[in-house]
């Protein structure tokens, strides 16, 4: 049976950690267990981040949106997963994202002062750390600079894949088809007529005010096998 211990070990920030050093610090560190119920609001947009917050069990829905609140893009996680660590430093240190609890779930936290005093000591953390923020800065970058998206269909494609964080799993976006217009510079009709042909293909599903995507990565690989064909 899998132990507290085995799944923080999971974590990329602990991966390479000898046996020793994780107990050592579990000896001394902190850990705020917390349980949620489905729906559940835990993290809030804005909320200062002094800590670190691991889900250790049970799936999360994080919710971002732009200053006007001109939409909403949902995306679902998967224990265990550590909730923002871009955001512990910086110049702004407030989560970007809310996030709330998909099912029953478990977290844990760890202070902020914690990861200075104790946890950087260790090179092994320090590099998984610089790893992650970097890995994601990187990414971020390439995403919005090797963008080749020409046609209305791939910039709609685009639009999404540069407001999503990570480009797996099921994704759901709250937006009216009218600004999904404003942001592609094109027509309502354009845009409706190129979102159906794409349920058609069953790439997304469309309701009132959302476009479902059950799994981001399909729409990837339409974008890059369509951009290769220019």
Not at 81 to 94: M, N, P, Q, R, V
Not at 124 to 131: A, D, K, S, W
Not at 209 to 219: F, G, N, R
Request: charged share 25%.
């Amino acid at each position: 049976m899998e132990t507290m211990y085995d799944t923080l070990l999971q974590l990329p920030l602990f991966q390479g950690l000898c046996h020793e050093d994780f107990t050592t610090i579990l000896e001394k560190v902190k850990l705020h267990f917390t349980k949620h119920k489905a729906g559940e609001m835990i993290i809030k947009q804005g909320d200062i981040c002094d800590k670190l917050i691991f889900l250790l069990k049970g799936e999360l829905s994080s919710l971002s949106s732009p200053i006007d609140q001109s939409f909403v893009i949902i995306e679902h996680l998967n224990a265990p997963h550590l909730i923002e660590a871009y955001s512990l430093f910086g110049i702004k240190t407030h989560y970007a994202s809310s996030y709330v609890a998909r099912s029953e779930a478990q977290t844990i936290s760890i202070s902020k002062a914690f990861v200075l005093t104790e946890l950087f000591k260790y090179e092994i953390f320090r590099l998984n750390y610089m790893n992650i923020i970097s890995s994601r800065a990187q990414n971020l970058h390439n995403r919005i600079w090797q963008s080749t998206a020409k046609s209305l269909p791939q910039r709609i494609i685009n639009f999404i894949l540069i407001h999503s964080e990570k480009l797996t799993g099921e994704k759901e976006l709250k937006i009216r088809m009218e600004d999904v217009a404003l942001h592609v510079d094109d027509t309502r009709l354009n845009v409706s007529k190129a979102l159906n042909d794409f349920q058609k293909m069953g790439l997304i599903s469309l309701s009132r005010k959302a476009i479902h995507i059950p799994e981001i990565s399909k729409l990837v690989e339409w974008l890059e096998k369509s951009t290769a064909t220019i």
